[in-house]
């Protein structure tokens, strides 16, 4: 068998093929669940998923056609379209733009703001001098 047919074939089997592997694996499952022995039913599942994945892609790759590809070529060009967009986005971000800061870099008083959204006040600057008790002064000038 040359190659093209085997790929007529593939084609021609998967349908089959695909109500088989539910089927069969439905009622392994079904089984299963009824006989409540352990979760051997998950084995044939994937041993024969492989194969029916295999048997999938083989499928796929012998049905693209034209129009498939017109799809998917205005598809790729849509999403290149829209990539304007998303470097505009970083442009913005980059020069610090403020409509892309978050809510509490756009507000100058975000640290300053009660939970209840009012500004408290800054505590006065106090000088090293004043923060020391006045006891403490007397004790250096002593000494």
Known sequence: MRL????????NTFRQHAWAFWVSNGVLTVI?????????ALW???CW??????????????????????????ELRWK???????????DRIRGDDFSTRPAHRRDPDWWRRNPDGEIQEAPEAVSPEERE??????????S
């Open 4 to 11: 093209g047919e085997l790929g007529q074939v593939a084609c």
């Open 32 to 40: 299963n669940i009824l006989m409540g022995a352990p979760w051997w």
């Open 44 to 46: 044939p599942f994937l």
């Open 49 to 74: 998923g492989l194969l029916f994945s295999i048997h999938y892609f083989v499928f796929k790759s012998m049905t693209v056609d034209e129009s498939w590809s017109d799809e998917r070529i205005d």
């Open 80 to 90: 290149a379209y829209d990539l304007g967009h998303v470097e505009d986005l970083e």
């Open 133 to 142: 008790p006045k006891n403490s002064q007397s004790e250096r000038d002593s």
